[in-house]
């Protein structure tokens, strides 16, 4: 017979525990040092990048120029986003943050992404956008902003941003994370490679294969 030693209470504040700790959802992992610098050229793979030789850091690896300039628009989606994470900024690797300048062209979108990994603040540099957020319950939480302002999105959660401006506008993005990582939901599933069954986008979408495959024109990288 099973001998129920633990007594209902201790299971509860156990089980209860338990749960705490697995739902404390954290952002990068904290660092252990004053910096590590990312050696992409290393073989060792770990969580983020092995450290450079500490001799061989300089300012460079902590510098970008790479947000200075406005980034050319003219795409499919009349948007580009400049990463300043820690491919470009070898010197963000462990430190947890990142920032993106984002530039849109009049009427552009950049359309309805996550960020696997990180919370995105964005600062209007210029112009007027209008943004949103979907909760996991549904719920779309929207508004118009303007130049000096910023907006939150919270980790995880799809979101977008539209100039509905005949100007261009930009923003800049800051993330707590070193590479937040980006799935833009369009591109996602109608432009993976190899690319998803035709049949899982007819059913999911509750549309016909000629208008996946119109889609999928649209959204594959032009050869
Ligand atoms: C930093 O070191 C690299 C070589 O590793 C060199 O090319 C670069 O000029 C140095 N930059 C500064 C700011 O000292
Ligand atoms: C965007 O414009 C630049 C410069 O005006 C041009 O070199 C480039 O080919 C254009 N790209 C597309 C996709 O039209």
């Known amino acids: 017979m099973v001998n129920h030693t633990m007594k209902l209470p201790n299971f509860v504040l156990l089980l209860t525990s338990a749960l705490l700790l697995a ?18 050229s290393s073989g060792v793979k770990v969580n983020g990048f092995t450290c450079k030789e500490a001799s061989k850091v300089n300012a460079s690896d902590f510098f970008s120029s790479i947000l200075a300039k406005p980034g050319a628009t003219n795409n499919t989606f009349g948007s580009l986003v400049t990463g300043a994470n ?6 963000l690797n462990t430190l947890g943050v990142s920032l993106s300048r984002i530039d849109y062209a009049p009427d552009g979108i950049n359309p309805p992404h996550t960020h696997p990994r990180a919370t995105e603040i964005v600062f209007v540099l210029e112009g007027q956008l209008d943004v949103g957020f979907i909760t996991t319950a549904n719920v779309l939480i929207s508004k118009t902003i303007n130049k000096g302002e910023i907006f939150v999105f919270p980790k995880g959660l799809v979101h977008f941003q539209k100039n509905n401006a005949n100007v261009p506008a930009a923003v800049i993005s800051a993330f707590n994370s070193q590479l937040p990582g980006t799935q833009s939901i369009a591109t996602t599933l109608f432009a993976a490679t190899p690319s998803l069954p035709d049949h899982v986008l007819t059913k999911t979408f509750q ?6 495959q119109k889609i999928k024109t649209r959204l594959l990288p032009k050869k």
Do not use: M, R
Not at 86 to 91: F, I, M, R, T, Y
């Open 23 to 40: 739902t404390t959802v954290s952002s990068d992992p904290d660092l252990l040092q004053d910096l590590c610098v990312a050696d992409p």
């Open 207 to 212: 549309i016909g294969t000629k208008e996946v």
């Open 86 to 91: 820690v491919e470009k900024v070898p010197g």
